[in-house]
């Protein structure tokens, strides 16, 4: 099972721009669909973006798309998201998690991810 590594969260004001980073181990990383989630205190997990494994096709979830940007380096066992414009709303712990599928451009975004990291705070202040 791939281990999943979350970092460049932190404290930012808002209108400014963070990009997290995920780093996968312990299995072939290009053998994984990425997504991003995000969870808010007393909210239910939300799903964020995707990237198929092959990089070709990207899903956002409502109102992200636009501000936020996700992509993946197979190179270098990981994927990244770019967030832009963050808004005070954005604040939550955001996770890694991966998906075993077979079709290299496509992300099953409504089943489960099997593989999950252990999350980065954002935090956007006014």
């Known amino acids: 099972q791939v281990q999943l590594i979350e970092s460049g969260g932190g404290l930012v004001q808002a209108g400014g721009s963070l990009r997290l980073s995920c780093t996968a181990s312990g299995g072939i990383f290009s053998n994984y669909a990425m997504g991003w989630f995000r969870q808010a205190p007393g909210k239910e997990r939300e799903f964020v973006a995707a990237?198929?494994?092959?990089?070709?096709?990207?899903y956002y979830g409502d109102s992200l798309k636009g501000r936020f940007t996700i992509s993946r380096d197979n190179a270098k066992n990981s994927v990244y998201l770019q967030m832009n414009s963050l808004k005070p709303e954005d604040t939550a712990v955001y996770y890694c998690?991966?998906?075993?599928?077979?079709?290299?451009?496509?992300?099953?975004?409504?089943?489960?991810?099997?593989?999950w990291g252990q999350g980065t705070q954002v935090t956007v202040s006014l």
């Open positions: 990237v198929s494994r092959s990089g070709s096709m990207t």
């Open positions: 998690a991966a998906q075993t599928i077979s079709d290299s451009n496509t992300v099953n975004i409504k089943t489960d991810f099997g593989s």
